[in-house]
């Protein structure tokens, strides 16, 4: 049974930092692109960052360039997203999820893309 459960969620103020993780079970992680996403009220789903799961390369949006990292542990099959400097509109819910397309294409198309999701994980930015 394919699982990822994200986990790091919660309430933080502007400029501070949060830790989230995504725990996979149930496929074979290397052969997988994991990305993390997110969502907030009435917009789309967006990309934030993406890792490789056969080479450990990434890939970001914009938007979190410098602020966001990405790593994989795929022993653990764990990823992590540490995210700094955090702003208002980052207020969304995140999802971890995996693909078998590669992240440079998967980060901008995760509806399509997306073999599996997570449940996602609520993150709160405010004063």
């Known amino acids: 049974q394919v699982q990822l459960v994200e986990s790091g969620g919660g309430l933080v103020q502007p400029v501070g930092s949060l830790r989230l993780s995504c725990t996979a079970s149930g496929f074979i992680f290397d052969n997988y692109a994991i990305g993390w996403f997110r969502q907030a009220p009435g917009k789309e789903r967006e990309g934030v960052q993406c890792i490789s799961g056969s080479d450990g390369s990434t890939n970001y949006a914009d938007s979190v360039k410098g602020r966001f990292t990405i790593s994989s542990n795929n022993s653990k099959m764990t990823v992590n997203l540490q995210m700094n400097n955090l702003k208002l509109e980052e207020t969304a819910v995140y999802y971890c999820?995996?693909?078998?397309?590669?992240?440079?294409?998967?980060?901008?198309?995760?509806?399509?893309?997306?073999?599996?999701w997570g449940l996602g994980t609520q993150v709160t930015v405010s004063s």
């Open positions: 999820a995996a693909s078998q397309f590669y992240c440079s294409a998967y980060i901008n198309l995760p509806r399509r893309l997306t073999n599996y």
